[in-house]
Nanobody
């Protein structure tokens, strides 16, 4: 079992950058594929990025490719989301997600969620 806590969300101007962090508890962090999802007001939660257990496989949703970078540090039990060139449409609550052995790319695949961190991008 793993517990997840996100941090790093805040208000930022369009074009700016943020780095989100997700700290995990438990001794088995390295067996989980990790991902980031987001949910804007009035919209469904959507996939943003995911990374495999070793970090060797990474995938992004099209709208963030070239702007966002996901990474992980298994020794620190932390996954990161570096977000550059932020746009107002990136405004959402960002959630960290974990899935045993495989990467989570759909909400139904997620086994554990963090409580979320708010990212607001002003125009």
């Amino acid at each position: 079992q793993v517990q997840l806590v996100e941090s790093g969300g805040r208000l930022v101007q369009a074009g700016g950058s943020l780095r989100l962090s997700c700290a995990a508890s438990g001794r088995t962090f390295s067996i989980y594929g990790m991902g980031w999802f987001r949910q804007a007001p009035g919209k469904e939660r959507e996939f943003v990025a995911a990374i495999s257990r070793s970090g060797g496989s990474i995938t992004y949703t099209d709208s963030v490719k070239g702007r966002f970078t996901i990474s992980r540090d298994n020794a620190k039990k932390t996954v990161y989301l570096q977000m550059n060139s932020l746009k107002p449409e990136d405004t959402a609550v960002y959630y960290c997600a974990a899935r045993g052995w495989s990467i989570p790319t759909m909400t139904g695949e997620v086994e554990y969620w963090g409580p979320g961190t708010q990212v607001t991008v002003s125009s």
